[in-house]
């Protein structure tokens, strides 16, 4: 396995997500607005797309592509890890505008419009560059050992941010709100530990 190949997978994961969250943000205005619906996908930015994602790469792949000579004070290292903390306040932007909006306080739903677009605005161009110049450098980067090891620090981080067997039931949740959201279904059937068949 690359040292990328479950961040690129979860990159797919984050996009569909990423949709979802703006197909509910269009039913704003209906008269029964998704709340739990934005609460859920609230949920699993935080959870899977942050907690998760963002943990392995902080955690695990920057590190080590430090070890490999890419500084993290500069550079695109850099640049993603501010992206990251760019993006938990937007989160936290949305998460305030949300219980605004439970509060009955009617602004919250343009500060909610608002927050989503800049976060899902942040996140696309955020995983472009991942996928276009930081992860080619990391695969390119990193022996083929350092790329076995990380697969199991992932997993450990999957367990820490979601618990035991937290990365699939999170896939399913996933699933099914971007299924509720009125976004494409699944591509492909998953084995019990989230992963698609090769
Ligand atoms: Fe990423």
Redesign the pocket.
């Known amino acids: 396995m690359s040292p990328t190949e479950r961040?690129d997978q979860?990159?797919a994961h984050?996009q569909r997500l990423l949709a979802a969250l703006e197909r509910l943000v269009r039913r704003l205005h209906d008269e029964d607005p998704p709340l739990d619906g934005l609460e859920e996908a609230l949920g699993l930015l935080r959870g899977f797309a942050d907690a998760a994602?963002?943990g392995k790469?902080e955690r695990h792949l920057f590190p080590a592509l430090g070890v490999a000579g890419l500084s993290n004070e500069v550079g695109p290292v850099a640049v993603?890890l501010l992206e990251h903390d760019a993006g938990r306040r937007e989160l936290d932007d949305i998460a305030e505008a949300l219980g605004a909006l439970r509060a009955g306080v009617p602004e919250g739903a343009g500060r909610l419009a608002r927050a989503a677009s800049r976060y899902a605005a942040l996140m696309r161009d955020?995983?472009d560059k991942?996928d276009q110049v930081l992860f080619p450098m990391a695969r390119e980067l990193l022996p083929r050992g350092v790329a076995a090891a990380l697969a199991g620090e992932y997993a450990r981080v999957d367990e820490e941010a979601l618990g035991p067997g937290g990365y699939a039931r999170a896939l399913a949740r996933l699933d099914a709100l971007v299924a509720a959201a009125g976004g494409p279904a699944a591509p492909r059937a998953r084995g019990p530990d989230g992963s698609r068949p090769s």
């Open positions: 961040l979860e990159h984050i994602h963002h790469e993603m955020h995983i991942e």
